[in-house]
């Protein structure tokens, strides 16, 4: 006799509506923290908007280079348009440096390393404010 395989049934939560949701991640990465002060995390936004801007604001004192998109072998595609897409989360900070003409060429130097690296950094330190921001907006997290 042949046994019957069992078949199981999974259900899935329903999606979220991106309305409840997309406010606050696209102005969390406009203006970092801002998605949290619109869902009222006051104390939270306020720490990742300063922690994003000194990174950001050291970055550029140390005259860090920003990344621009350039594509080759497989190596240098993962780091350039990851470095630039890193640098252009950070918001408004990365736009205004930008539109503001910051322009500073790739140098030899420690310093100058470190200062790209603070940029970079603070980019995805602003994705990880945004991943909260929507864990927040959909009840996943308090």
Known sequence: MKAMAETQ??????AV??????????????????GHFLLRRTGRGAIIFASVALMFLL?????????????????????YVGGFLSDLASGIFYLASVWLGYSQPDVAGHVHD??????????????LAMV?????AVGKKD
């Not at 509506?17 to 801002?34: E, M, R, S, T, Y």
């Not at 470190?114 to 994705?127: D, H, P």
């Not at 909260?132 to 927040?136: L, S, V």
């Open 59 to 79: 970055g550029l004192l140390m005259r860090g280079a920003m990344f621009q998109p350039q594509t080759g072998d497989l190596l240098t595609t993962i780091i």
């Open 132 to 136: 909260d921001a929507y864990d927040i």
């Open 114 to 127: 470190y200062g790209t690296k603070f940029l970079v950094a603070a980019g995805l330190l602003n994705i």
């Open 17 to 34: 509506p991106a309305g409840k949701w997309l406010p606050a991640v696209a102005l969390g990465w406009l203006v970092p923290g801002a």
């Open 9 to 14: 049934i999974t259900t899935s939560a329903p």
